[in-house]
């Protein structure tokens, strides 16, 4: 090859890439947005998932927002959870919020075997799209409807619908961002605190159903319904439970977790992540209510 | 010429097992349950006590507001109860229960079958008689009749036209009342020219009713300004907008109503009913409803009580069938399907269809194979494969620049699909969000105007 | 009586599916395959039946093994790929290149993408560009028609372009089929591609079965023509006959089944022209200026990389738009 043209593709590349330079150079200066370095800082310690679960349009959006907010506790990552946001308040020179670590919680027992189907759904597989048509496939109006919707929202891969156990929340990869509650059409999940840490296991109760009908109407509907007896909330010693609307709601707040409320129920509608204690009085516990109360327990996890 | 819409359009088997059953009177039954919300709007405000008797054709709820229909009993009796329902849908609804006792009828209504031709009422009281009669569009969408009359300030309406098209499959009712009352539907146009006084009607009726045509043809001559049109058969010609661009050529923009290029949709069983109140007296009471479908051993046409129960014109039509997978309420294209039938007959049940088991289940679900089949039959000049994928990724802002708001519903991309794909289900979804969405940016805007 | 059906509306449904379009597509294929037996004999027997079968049998693997899905192959679409690909070899082809051919159409162009209506450029196309890039020789060395065997001899379109390299005006170009020859078959080419009149037939049946539409045919062939006329009528010396352009090298066979694949064209009849007059265009300038002497198979995959902007920015006629 002549040298003349190798020289010279040299000579104009060069030249190009040090006027192109000098172009950006100027254009990069000329249209700088000032942003707070410390964005990038908190940045740099969040998970980088971009999942939203916080509420911000990725990691990027809450460092803004944590950068910006005078307040940690009601804003921060779900994923990374208090270590993350120990870490992000140091930087920010801010308290870090206390918040409690809270677990995704599907309030209904309904699953796709054991629901009393009155109906045969055949529509496109969406929560959203039942709901706006119809009440659901059983008699039951609030129940979950078993299409998924919950799961399909979990970028977290923590949400299982079972054919005979219904929706599983697997705890450990739950990170609580509310995803699931938000797409759920039924507002069957709620996300609660995980509860105290009792050997390795953290104990929480809650009312497993959210049947607002009166108690004749959800017991013909389905067998696990709460009724809105009142039962568990007279045996409460912490006033945590209300009935409201014909069911009950354990308020996180004030249980304690005891499960003396447990055995209270007569449909089984309260469940816990733990056994239920031995009724106090000596009286003989009926060999079917021990026997099925942890395997219940264990559908939760 | 036959006429027809421009965009798109579907062909399904007619299926119109009905249509040579003449309209009979299904017996009162022993006990109505007349829900409050029959119509589009505000339910009606119950206005008689439990253990209340009524008459046929007495008042027993009045209207909720301006859009709202009032509700008149069916039958004559004593109120049992005023509560809660459980609807073909599942939810619950408010309903009178009313416990029939004889047949007695309220004296102002003239229950003579003589042709009443001399119209007394001016446009405005006619207007007011149909809003007292508790008239709503009878086609199936029932949209209150008053409200569509009162054509409002600034816009002119210039024709009126009559939805005698009934471009369900199977559906009948419609046909049948061409066919057995004309006269009085011609009466009920007239009357409705009137009321917006103008003096051009179209009556749009698809050629697969050339009975119908031929009647209605005929007797139109001695009513100036009235003409019927036939049309080509095709699906959805008995949307509002289709029928207009069908029978005048014209368009409703995106957004728009009818009276925006100056027409008046009613169907011909509104047009029936409005002759019944204005000449008559006569609430809206009774309704024609036709029972078909494959399984069923009688496809009939009846005269049915509103409150009467589906079960019961299902047993007037041969019995609920042992094949029966699905009752739907309506036509098969934009029918909704029930979930028990011990729900009343209402305003708008234009059909009750039965569907065999092998009919009742949709086909397996495939992947899209962007065959474009969707978008050539939609009657709006809409995307469906688009429309359904931005609403199944939540996109909003692009599904409303994709007009998400103007599809009409009427399925024909889910009819016309190879790979069975739920198009309009998620359509439908996406429309309801972005109405929500629209909704709630302008209620923020007028919030914002009145602060300032 | 049992539970009752709910779903939302509509409850009736066309009767139309995947497998009528397929299976109606493989019907209209059959007067071409027809032809390129009556013509090539056994070796197209032999190039069809190695391309389908691979092509169907690679897709069940990857469903069953690779995606653990459940495998779609009766759906057809697995079939018209490979009987497309097959009608764009020559039927001397070796079969191990054949497997090679429908390995990259199937595995590489389609099941990658996420099989079925997912994929970018046409499995078959892509996967004959892929061989003749990768093989040119044996690609591109066409049995006769009826001759015997081993006698191979160059496309019409070849002969043409060679011709025109060493200054030869056309009507001195020796061999040039006539276009009885073209329009019948009795050409050097790909299997497929040489009975104009046995594809034709083919649109036919796709038109009245209602499987495609007129407009990507017609925009292709129209656009070759007016292209072709354009360039006869300046020079006509240089510059072959439309007829001659219509009839050769695959231009039925591309612009009738090749771009008209539902996947990889575009969704409104405007963008249905725009591809068809891409389509049309590049393959007269790749004919009349490029390299390849024929340009079919490149000009429909540059337009179904083309084909997602031209959804983007091609809105079919709304309702109520003046």
């Given amino acids: 090859m002549d040298l003349n043209s190798v020289l010279i593709t040299i000579a104009v590349l060069a030249v190009l890439g040090c006027a192109l330079a000098v172009i950006l150079y100027f254009v990069s200066q000329k249209f700088k947005v000032y942003e707070d370095p410390k964005i990038a800082e908190v940045e740099a310690e969040l998970p980088g998932a971009n999942c939203g679960g916080c509420g911000f349009p990725g990691c990027h959006g809450l460092a803004e927002a944590l950068a910006k907010a005078d307040d940690l506790s009601n804003i921060g990552c779900p994923v990374g959870g208090a270590p993350v946001m120990a870490k992000i308040a140091a930087i920010l020179g801010k308290e870090a919020g206390s918040a409690e670590p809270k677990v995704a919680v599907a309030r209904c027992s309904a699953s796709c075997n054991t629901r009393i189907k009155i109906a045969e759904y055949d529509g496109a597989q969406s929560c959203a799209i039942a709901a706006t048509h119809f009440s659901a496939e059983t008699g039951c109006a609030f129940s979950c409807l078993g299409h998924g919707d919950c799961v399909k929202a979990c970028k977290f891969d923590a949400i299982q619908i079972d054919p005979d156990k219904g929706v599983i929340v697997d705890e450990e990869k739950c990170v609580a961002c509310g995803a699931c509650a938000k797409a759920c059409p039924k507002n069957v999940i709620e996300l609660r605190p995980k509860g105290r840490l009792v050997q390795g296991k953290n104990r929480r109760v809650w009312v497993n159903c959210v049947n607002k009908d009166k108690g004749p109407v959800a017991m013909k509907a389905c067998k696990t319904a709460c009724i809105g007896c009142g039962k568990c909330a007279k045996v409460c010693k912490f006033a945590a439970i209300t009935v409201e609307n014909n069911v009950a709601y354990i308020d996180p707040a004030k249980c304690k977790a005891c499960g003396l409320c447990l055995n209270e129920c007569p449909t089984h509608a309260i469940q816990a992540t733990f056994p239920a204690p031995p009724k106090p009085k000596p009286a003989p516990v009926p060999a079917d209510a021990t026997s099925e109360k942890p395997s219940q327990a264990a559908k939760a996890e | 010429m036959l006429k027809t819409f421009k965009i798109g359009g579907i062909h399904p088997d007619e299926n119109k097992l009905s249509a040579a059953s003449p309209i009979q009177v299904l017996p009162v039954p022993a006990e109505v349950k007349i829900p409050l919300a029959q119509h589009i709007g505000a339910p009606a405000q119950p206005c008689v006590e439990v253990g209340a008797k009524v008459k046929v054709g007495t008042l027993i709820a009045k209207a909720g507001g301006f859009v709202s229909a009032n509700v008149h009993s069916s039958v004559s009796g004593t109120v049992k109860k005023i509560e809660e329902f459980v609807d073909a849908n599942g939810m619950k609804k408010m309903a009178i229960v009313i416990t029939v006792e004889g047949d007695e009828w309220e004296e102002s209504i003239d229950r003579s079958t003589d042709i009443v031709r001399d119209i007394k009422l001016e446009p405005k009281e006619i207007i007011a008689k149909v809003s007292e009669m508790g008239l709503v569009g009878m086609g199936g969408a029932t949209f209150p009749t008053h409200v569509k009359l009162a054509v409002p300030d600034g816009q002119k309406c210039e024709a009126l036209v009559i939805n005698g098209v009934e471009c369900e499959p199977y559906l009948t009712s419609d046909h049948r009342a061409m066919l057995e009352r004309p006269e009085e539907i011609l009466m009920g146009v007239k009357i409705l020219m009137k009321a917006l006084q103008i003096d051009k009607a179209y009556i749009g009726i698809e050629n697969n009713k050339p009975d119908a045509i031929a009647k209605l043809t005929e007797l139109a001559k001695n009513y100036p300004g009235v003409t019927v049109q036939p049309l080509k058969l095709k699906y959805p010609q008995g949307g509002e907008k289709q029928l207009i661009d069908a029978c005048m050529d014209r368009q409703v923009p995106s957004g728009k109503l009818p009276i925006n290029v100056g027409a008046v949709v009613q169907n011909v069983g509104t047009a029936l009913a409005v002759y019944e109140a204005v000449q008559k007296n006569k609430p809206l009471i009774e309704r024609i409803v036709c029972v078909t479908g494959k399984p069923l051993a009688k496809p009939s046409n009846f005269l049915v009580r509103i409150g009467t129960p589906v079960s019961a014109c299902i047993e007037a039509a041969g019995g609920m069938p042992e094949d029966c997978g699905k009752v739907i309420g309506g036509g098969p294209m934009m029918g909704r399907a029930m979930m028990h039938t011990d729900v009343p007959v209402i305003k708008g049940t234009s059909g009750i269809l039965l569907m065999n088991k092998k009919e009742s289940k949709r086909p397996e679900i495939a992947n899209c194979i962007r065959c474009a089949k969707c978008v050539n039959v939609c009657p709006m000049g809409l995307e469906p494969y688009l429309l359904s994928k931005l609403s199944a990724k939540e996109m909003w802002d692009e599904a409303q620049e994709h007009n998400i708001m103007d599809c009409i519903e009427c399925g024909s991309c889910n009819f016309t699909c190879p790979s069975n794909r739920p198009l309009l289900d998620y359509v439908r979804l996406g429309k309801g969000k972005v109405g929500a969405i629209l909704r709630a940016k302008a209620a923020a805007a007028k919030a914002a105007a009145e602060k300032k | ?311 983007k920015y091609t809105q079919p006629k709304r309702f109520g738009v003046k």
């Fill in chain 3, 1 to 311: 009586m049992d539970k009752l059906t709910i779903a939302p509306s509509p409850h009736v449904h066309g009767h139309d599916s995947v497998k009528r379009n397929m299976y109606g597509v493989l019907i209209a294929l059959a007067p071409a395959l027809a032809a390129s037996l009556w013509f090539f004999g056994l070796g197209a027997l032999t190039v069809i039946l190695t391309s389908v079968i691979s092509c169907v049998l690679f897709e069940f693997l990857i469903q069953k093994f690779l995606l653990k899905v459940k495998p779609t192959i009766t759906d057809g679409s697995a079939a018209v790929t490979g009987l497309i690909l097959a009608f764009n070899l020559p039927s001397n082809l070796p079969i191990w290149i054949i497997v090679i051919g429908a390995l990259f159409a199937i595995g590489v162009c389609k099941m990658t993408f996420g099989g079925l209506g997912q994929n970018i450029v046409n499995p078959a196309i892509a996967g004959r560009v892929f061989l003749l890039v990768s093989f040119p020789a044996q690609m591109t060395s066409w049995p006769t028609p009826g001759a015997v065997d081993g006698m191979t001899g160059a496309t019409p379109l070849g002969l043409l372009k060679e011709g025109l390299h060493t200054g030869k005006s056309i009507s001195e170009i020796a061999n040039l089929p006539t276009s009885t020859d073209m329009l019948m078959g009795n050409i050097g080419g790909s299997l497929g591609e040489v009975s104009a009149i046995a594809l034709l037939i083919g649109l036919v049946i796709m038109l009245a079965m209602r499987i495609i539409t007129w407009h990507i045919p017609v925009a292709v062939l129209g656009t070759m023509a007016a292209f072709a006329a354009i360039a006869w009528g300046i020079d006509p010396a240089t510059n072959a006959d439309p007829l001659f352009h219509l009839l050769t090298g695959g231009a039925m066979l591309g612009a009738i089944f090749m771009a008209t694949d539902y996947v990889t064209s575009p969704m409104t009849k405007n963008g249905m022209l725009i591809y068809g007059f891409g389509i049309g265009l590049l393959t007269m300038l790749i004919r009349c200026y490029g390299a390849y002497p024929e340009g079919m198979s490149f000009a429909i995959l540059i337009m179904n990389i083309v084909t997602p902007l031209i959804n």
